[in-house]
């Protein structure tokens, strides 16, 4: 779906426009860098993402700011100015300025020559106009001045034109080859827009994933931009749109089922919660992006799964998560029996990833396996004994190995309901002791 054009804001915003679109951090931090751009006579330009968002409507959350001369001195002096810090990357000309949880970015305008298709682009120092011609698409070729009294739009690439159409458009036809990586943000930012493709990009897009261009990219760059992906408001549409374009099964063969991907949007929501302790991997925070990597892995077998991990080089918990939604699928009529105690069922599923547990339950097509790995995550997983090691210790419990055996056997008595109260606990622990000792008789006789 397209956005109309009413939608837009006008082609030249006033300040007090930027101004109504920032939160109460960024704003002092754009109030203070147009100042000093003032009185240094300094060009400074926001530009991309911000620009576009600004234009749209939409919320504006990060600000870019390129430079036309020294953003490192530009940077120094404004942090210095707010009390705030600054990160400063000369080899780049990039600087971040940070204070009271806000952060803004500075640029030294700049322009780019690819060596080879693929390759990281050899930089210099340019005009604005340089900085906007290196963009990847024309919706994020657009300035505004800050030094005007009234923000001067620079849109030379009729990136403004394009939003009015809903249109993504490379700037020029060797986009793709150049930065195959821009081939998963046109999807990206496509669904995240509601816009679609400009026709002649949609063919290059084709052409550029028929000659092979994702092979010329590594794996640490193509996962950053999956997990761009992966961290959208709603990763469904893009990533069912890549496997749809191909650009999935160019990064691996495997990656070319859209029937999961369809089936955990539908489910995700009854399923997966905010936030997930994961207090049994060490796992805490937004666990779905990853369950969305979790549907992705889950028709694989445990070969493509290790090639994916492989070929996008995979950090250990996104690789862990691919490995356990792998095996718990392939686990999943054991999981589902109606007689597999509760203990069973938390040594199947203890240390496994939670987002892996979440998308199985969400994905399989067993409903008692669904239950079963629900009331996992929910309720078992969270049974603990009473006692701990010293009140073994104090009941005649051998010290060392027999200690963290009793509880681990204590745990799996309570998962399994045989005991409920400390009590309870007690008097197991006491049978127990009371078997070894009645062993250890029979041995010595």
Not at 14 to 31: C, K, M, Q
Not at 316 to 336: C, F, H, M, N, S
Not at 417 to 430: F, I, K, P
């Amino acid at each position: 779906m397209r956005p109309s054009t009413d939608k837009l804001q006008p082609s030249r915003p006033t300040l007090a426009a930027i101004e109504n679109h920032l939160d109460s951090g960024n704003l002092p931090l754009l109030t203070a860098l147009r100042r000093l751009a003032l009185d240094l006579a300094l060009p400074v330009y926001l530009v991309g993402g911000p620009v576009r968002d600004l234009l749209l409507g939409r919320p504006v959350k990060d600000l870019d700011f390129v430079v036309e001369g020294d953003a490192l001195s530009l940077a120094r002096r404004l942090a210095e100015e707010l009390g705030g810090k600054v990160i400063v990357h000369p080899r780049f000309g990039t600087a971040t300025v940070i204070r009271d949880g806000a952060r803004i970015d500075l640029v030294t305008a700049r322009r780019e020559v690819y060596p080879r298709p693929g390759a990281l682009p050899k930089v210099a120092p340019g005009s604005i106009a340089d900085d906007l011609a290196r963009r990847d698409f024309s919706v994020n070729a657009l300035a505004l001045s800050l030094i005007d009294r009234r923000p001067r739009l620079l849109a030379p690439h009729g990136g403004d034109a394009d939003l009015r159409r809903g249109l993504i458009r490379t700037l020029h036809p060797a986009s793709f080859a150049d930065d195959p990586t821009r081939l998963l943000r046109a999807v990206r930012y496509e669904q995240r827009l509601g816009f679609q493709l400009e026709p002649d990009t949609e063919t290059q897009l084709g052409n550029a994933v028929a000659q092979g261009c994702l092979n010329t990219v590594s794996g640490d760059r193509l996962r950053n931009e999956l997990e761009r992906i992966l961290k959208e408001e709603q990763p469904g549409p893009a990533l069912l749109r890549a496997v749809g374009l191909g650009l999935l099964p160019a990064i691996h063969p495997a990656l070319s089922g859209a029937d999961c991907l369809e089936r955990w949007a539908a489910e995700m929501p009854q399923i997966a919660p905010e936030t997930d302790t994961g207090a049994d991997t060490g796992s805490v925070g937004d666990i779905k992006p990853l369950t969305w990597l979790a549907a992705l892995a889950y028709p694989l077998s445990a070969g493509d799964g290790a090639g994916v991990i492989r070929r996008l080089n995979l950090p250990k918990p996104w690789a862990q998560v691919v490995r356990d939604t792998i095996e718990l699928r392939e686990l999943e009529g054991e999981i589902a029996d109606p007689s597999l105690p509760p203990s069973r069922l938390c040594s199947l599923l203890e240390r496994r990833e939670p987002a892996a547990v979440y998308a199985v339950a969400g994905l399989t097509g067993s409903l008692p396996a669904r239950r079963a790995l629900l009331r996992y995550r929910a309720e078992l997983r969270q049974i603990a004994p009473f006692l701990n090691g010293r009140d073994l210790l104090e009941m005649g419990v051998p010290p060392g190995p027999p200690v963290g055996q009793t509880l681990a056997q204590l745990r799996a008595a309570r998962q399994d309901g045989q005991v409920h109260t400390e009590a309870g606990e007690r008097q197991w622990v006491q049978r127990q002791l009371q078997q070894l000792r009645q062993l250890q008789g029979e041995g010595k006789g």
